[in-house]
């Protein structure tokens, strides 16, 4: 008779009470058999866990599993909820994990939509940056000579530099790269693995290195580099991480860098005081795009787009927008306000401007409206139709419903 047949034999019998007593016995014989059969493959597992795991396993990760296990009900459910914090002019959102991190001049808060505070950190910082990181955060000082990196519970590491710091880049292969400069000496960057080791690191000497950006798969760097001496010239580069040497190069005279970024593992954007152009990492110019203005309020790439906003006169408060998307083709309206921030999200672009969002569709065209309580700076997308603005001492939510807009 097997472990189970007792279950499975369905002839009808009589029992003695010997017979119960026996029966009664294997079963708990049995049970004890099988409770000591998952514990010991419990154990083996655990074993091997932490063999080839252990380096991932940490009180921190500890905390993460409790957190989960609890369940707090969010403080921003519906749109008008909020959460303040301390003032602070640089104050900042970034979303970490799960929960998002204000950083400002003073230090860095990270809270659980629940309003609790999970970790708090003071520092002293003149003009902070943060970074995120996979579910991490990078978090440094322009000017400053640190880097820190935190997670939701914790700071896990801070690395510490000789030289100033000027940009951070990342790519989705935990590399990142540091962008560094000595007054009267050199800048250059540095590029990190996921460990912190250096593993690639290059210098200029008479140019300036003006901006950085690593590759998504961590298989380019691209830098933007200008010359103090004669005419305005800018030169970009760039480099093959796994080669250690410049695989393009080129000149752009008469335009002063301002910013490059990866778009993708082969394309990315070169910001100038005129304009915009897109290369390849073979340095093949696929599109430029000069300004309306010669002073744009503010450009960014959202949702696979280029925004970019101009005052339209200093005697009103309408703001021209124009979209381009990464074929070159430009499309642009203006609104009656100040755009303080935009996000394009699916098929309809959020407008955050003093004391209202305003929602447009594809054609441009104002479909919703809503009123908020106060001047927020910044949108920040948690999940489609859902979104934290940010003020200096306050996140509160708005949840957009396309659904009711178009009943």
Request: aromatic share 14%; net charge negative.
């Amino acid at each position: 008779m097997n472990t189970f047949e007792i279950f499975r034999d369905n002839k009808k019998r009589d029992f003695s009470e010997n017979d119960i007593s026996e029966h009664y016995l294997k079963l708990s014989v049995r049970c004890a058999v099988l409770k000591w059969l998952s514990l010991t493959i419990l154990a083996v597992f655990v074993i091997f866990s932490v063999k080839n795991h252990g380096d991932e396993l940490s009180f921190d990760s500890i905390r993460y599993i409790v957190k989960y296990m609890k369940d707090e009900p969010s403080s921003l459910v519906s749109s008008g909820d909020s959460i303040s914090y301390d003032y602070d002019s640089k104050n900042e959102i970034y979303l970490i994990g799960d929960d998002f991190a204000v950083v400002g001049s003073d230090g860095i808060r990270i809270f659980e939509f629940s309003g609790k505070v999970l970790f708090s950190d003071d520092f002293n910082y003149k003009s902070p940056v943060a970074v995120p990181f996979g579910n991490q955060l990078i978090v440094y000082d322009i000017g400053g000579k640190e880097v820190r990196f935190y997670n939701s519970f914790s700071e896990t590491y801070r690395l510490t530099l000789e030289s100033t710091v000027y940009n951070v880049s990342v790519s989705d292969k935990e590399t990142f790269m540091v962008q560094t400069s000595s007054e009267g000496y050199r800048s250059g960057f540095q590029i990190y693995t996921k460990n912190f080791q250096p593993f690639f690191k290059t210098n200029y000497g008479e140019l300036t290195l003006q901006s950085s950006s690593l590759s998504p798969d961590g298989k380019y760097a691209v830098s933007a580099c200008f010359s103090t001496t004669g005419n305005v010239v800018s030169y970009l580069k760039v480099y093959g991480t796994d080669i250690d040497t410049v695989f393009a190069e080129c000149e752009i005279t008469g335009e002063y860098p301002v910013g490059v970024e990866f778009l993708d593992n082969e394309n990315f954007l070169l910001f100038t005081d005129k304009g915009i152009r897109k290369y390849n990492v073979s340095l093949e110019n696929s599109f430029s795009h000069y300004y309306w203005n010669d002073s744009p309020r503010q450009y960014k790439i959202n949702n696979g787009k280029i925004i970019i906003t101009y005052g339209t006169s200093l005697l009103n408060e309408s703001t021209r927008i124009e979209i381009i998307d990464l074929n070159g083709e430009k499309s642009a309206f203006e609104i009656p306000c100040t755009a303080r921030d935009i996000l394009i999200d699916g098929d309809f672009i959020h407008v955050l401007c003093n004391g209202e969002i305003n929602t447009y569709n594809s054609d441009f065209e104002l479909i919703h409206s809503y009123s908020i309580s106060k001047n927020f700076s910044h949108m920040v997308k948690i999940e489609y139709g859902k979104y934290l603005l940010s003020s200096l001492d306050s996140v509160e939510m708005y949840i957009f419903d396309n659904k009711s807009e178009e009943n």
